[in-house]
């Protein structure tokens, strides 16, 4: 759209998509990723912004359904105890506390955890059931506890105050990353596309930008954008996989290690038999310990020729413990868990997927957290280029960190800096107007000229 047209991505797996995996398991393609597109107004009636990541869906016909938090069923100990439950105590809560997160920040004090914001609006977990709901409502988009969560980054939800009250779950048998492939069709090619390409040194300055691969193949650019996981820059500080020639600089490493990465781990079960209901987006589990693998979806609600297949999702410290440990393990576990809520459990696991988002050195993480004390100005640092190498990915948005939008609009906001750059500069051809720039950001790219991408 800027007249830019010479750029590469370079690409580290065997396909492109980044945190948008789909893995074949039980005969169908399952996300072990990104899963949602979170905010939509589906009706247009709502006076909300445009989602781009749900107008990019419905121009490639992405298909999936729309999520029901309420379609829920919880037990405790064989018992159902959804009518129990508390909801409109803590809904009323989150109201409050996201009212008082702008009036905090509004009068310059300092921050609290969302747990001790809940709290001052009456909302403390007391039974088996407020645990559920408690991990359900912050965990369960956080993927970390409450207490350790910042109130003014969690409240108020930006997310959906900005673009709408609805969730849409992708079951599309082509994955979630058909978005990248719809958009990446227009003007992908061989030569601008080199997957397999595994970077391990970085060396930046004012010229230019190189990037040498683990094979020793060095792509150099005028500019260069590094869009890599939260999880892989705190890695890097510690020269375990990837460097940069000079070191970043203390500040931008400062303000990285602020942050830590936490996991949103998705694990799938094949059964031989079913032992619960269908009819429900969403089965939970009402225990003393909130991270007891809390909930589980029931697959066969989007699938019906898979009525026995239930997806167990964890989150902060359990996440990391069960991604690490023997497979056996997490399967009693999972039979245990499924017991305390049933009573009885009679169905065997035939199958289990466990994704490695924790161990995986091209990741290190499912997103960042939302460290307490958190600065605006720390995405900024993040974000600010040194010499012609700039930062995107999802961590640099400051409203919508790490959701899928978040990135799309951090990689908005890279490229036109970079643009901007160019036209003070001389070197773009066109006159840049300014305008946002169409580009897929799960890459994030459409890069001035000479430019490469790192994923």
Known sequence: DNGVTDFIILEARDEIGGRMRAVDFAGVKLEVGANWIQGVDASGSGGYAVNPIWALARRCGLQGEFSDLRSLLVYEDGTDVTDKLRWDDIELALEGAAKDSIAMQQAGEPDISLSAGLADNGWTPVTPGDNFLDWYYTDFCLAEPPTVASLYRAQPDYTHTDFGDEDFFVTDQRGYAHLVECLGAEFLNEDRLCLKTTIKLIEYGDDCVCATDVNGVKYCANYGIFTF????????????????????PKYKRDAISTFRAVVFLKIFLEFNETNWDNNVQYIGHASSNREDYTLFQPMGQFFDSKPNVLLATLTGETAFRVAAQDI????????????????????????????????????????????????????????????????????????????????????????????????????????????????????????????FVLL
Request: proline share 5%.
């Open 229 to 248: 996981s939260i999880g892989v820059l705190l890695q890097q500080s510690k020269k375990t996989a990837m460097t940069f020639k000079p070191d970043l």
């Open 328 to 451: 056996e393990i997490t399967k009693q576990e999972v039979r245990n868990a499924l017991t305390s809520m049933y009573g009885e459990f009679r169905p065997e696991i035939i199958d289990i997927l466990v994704p490695d988002w924790a161990s995986n050195p091209l990741y290190r993480g499912s997103y960042a957290d939302t460290p307490i004390g958190l600065r605006y100005q720390t995405q900024d640092i993040i974000a600010a280029p040194v010499g012609k190498l700039y930062f995107g990915g999802g961590v640099t948005n400051k409203l919508y960190t790490d959701y899928v939008h978040g990135a799309y609009l951090a990689g908005v906001d890279v490229a036109n800096s970079i643009l901007r750059d160019m036209s003070i500069t001389g070197e773009l051809t066109n006159n840049y107007s300014g305008d946002i720039v169409c580009i897929n950001i799960f890459w994030q790219f459409v890069l001035p000229s000479l430019v």
